[in-house]
């Protein structure tokens, strides 16, 4: 196990990370109407034409 380690865990180290850091966006991000990025880019665009003046689409 000791020389798994010595030899492979920077390597090992490296694939957590990217797995952890994929994870991490994936919850944030999300797959649904309900996420938090949807919900922010949503409202952005409601205000962007409630200000232009113009009707929001989809609403």
């Known amino acids: 196990m000791d020389e798994i380690f010595k030899q492979y865990g920077s390597t090992i180290i490296t694939v957590l990370a990217i797995v952890a850091i ?4 994936t919850l944030v991000i999300g797959s649904d109407a309900n996420s938090i990025v949807y919900q922010a880019f949503s409202d952005l ?6 200000s232009a003046g113009g009707t929001v689409p989809g609403a």
């Open 45 to 50: 665009i409601r205000n962007f034409y409630s």
């Open 22 to 25: 994929i994870g991490i966006i």
